[in-house]
């Protein structure tokens, strides 16, 4: 967060040359931001801000936050997700008291994220997007700004350890049923082949995301 305060400036050569200084956060004035799709998180406890002769303010608080998102799995695993991070002030209106900016273009969040994603998880970092708004709530309109992440699911072990043995299961099946073999080698062979999907299944329904209004593809077949 960076703002400005005309009150807290001074000239440098007034004081030794001392252009920036470390101060509390409870020392002045900062604006109090929410996250709107937040539903748990742990604070840092860096409550410190500097300050530099110009009346300029700088503070930075990383912390962990969970947030909340609707999840669109029809294509899994093969689906991409797209979740918002909104942050908002609600108490000081943006017609007379605060307004947020972005400092930073969308590509150059883009590419700081980039550097701090995990990039060997299952979820591949597609894409951000910035949009900055008035939000209208009790006849007073607040600043907004909402982060759009796009994530990509990484197939490769879903494709292994279900796709592949499914469509396996499958095509014995059907080599069996138009085989040569006789009536009994068939109906043990098709209860063998029962027992193996039945597995899958329950594999399948323990790996399945539930937070979805439509079921994938994939668990509907």
Same mark, same amino acid.
């Given at each position: 967060?960076?703002?400005k305060?005309t009150?807290?400036?001074?000239?440098?050569?007034?004081?030794?040359?001392?252009s920036?200084?470390?101060l509390?956060?409870?020392?002045?004035?900062s604006p109090?931001i929410?996250?709107?799709?937040?539903?748990?998180g742990?604070?840092?406890?860096l409550?410190?801000?500097?300050?530099?002769?110009n009346?300029?303010f700088?503070s930075?608080?990383?912390?962990?936050?969970?947030?909340?998102?609707?999840?669109?799995?029809?294509?899994f695993p093969?689906?991409?997700?797209t979740?918002? $991070?909104?942050?908002? *002030?609600? +108490?000081?209106?943006? /017609? %007379?008291?605060l307004?947020?900016?972005?400092?930073r =273009?969308?590509?150059?969040?883009?590419?700081?994220?980039?550097?701090?994603?995990?990039t060997?998880?299952?979820?591949?970092?597609?894409?951000?997007?910035?949009?900055?708004?008035?939000?209208?709530?009790?006849?007073?309109?607040?600043?907004v700004?909402t982060?759009?992440?796009?994530?990509?699911?990484?197939p490769?072990?879903?494709i292994?350890?279900?796709?592949?043995?499914?469509c396996?299961l499958?095509?014995?099946?059907?080599?069996? $049923?138009?085989?040569? *073999?006789? +009536?009994?080698?068939? /109906? %043990?062979?098709?209860?063998?082949?029962?027992?193996? =999907?039945?597995?899958?299944?329950?594999?399948l329904?323990?790996?399945?995301?539930?937070?979805?209004?439509?079921?994938?593809?994939?668990?509907?077949?």
């Amino acid at each position: 967060q960076e703002w400005k305060n005309t009150f807290a400036t001074w000239d440098p050569q007034d004081f030794c040359n001392i252009s920036k200084i470390i101060l509390p956060t409870s020392t002045y004035w900062s604006p109090p931001i929410f996250i709107l799709e937040r539903v748990n998180g742990q604070n840092s406890n860096l409550d410190y801000m500097m300050v530099t002769h110009n009346g300029s303010f700088n503070s930075t608080q990383p912390f962990q936050v969970t947030l909340t998102c609707s999840l669109m799995i029809l294509k899994f695993p093969f689906d991409t997700q797209t979740c918002n $991070l909104s942050i908002a *002030s609600f +108490l000081y209106p943006a /017609v %007379s008291d605060l307004v947020m900016k972005t400092r930073r =273009s969308p590509a150059e969040m883009m590419k700081d994220s980039q550097s701090y994603f995990l990039t060997d998880g299952e979820w591949k970092f597609t894409n951000l997007s910035i949009t900055e708004y008035m939000e209208q709530l009790d006849h007073e309109q607040f600043s907004v700004v909402t982060y759009t992440i796009s994530i990509e699911r990484r197939p490769t072990l879903y494709i292994l350890n279900l796709i592949l043995p499914t469509c396996a299961l499958y095509l014995l099946d059907m080599a069996v $049923l138009f085989g040569p *073999s006789s +009536l009994e080698e068939k /109906v %043990s062979f098709q209860i063998a082949i029962i027992l193996g =999907s039945s597995m899958l299944a329950v594999i399948l329904n323990n790996i399945l995301p539930t937070s979805s209004d439509k079921p994938p593809v994939i668990g509907t077949h």
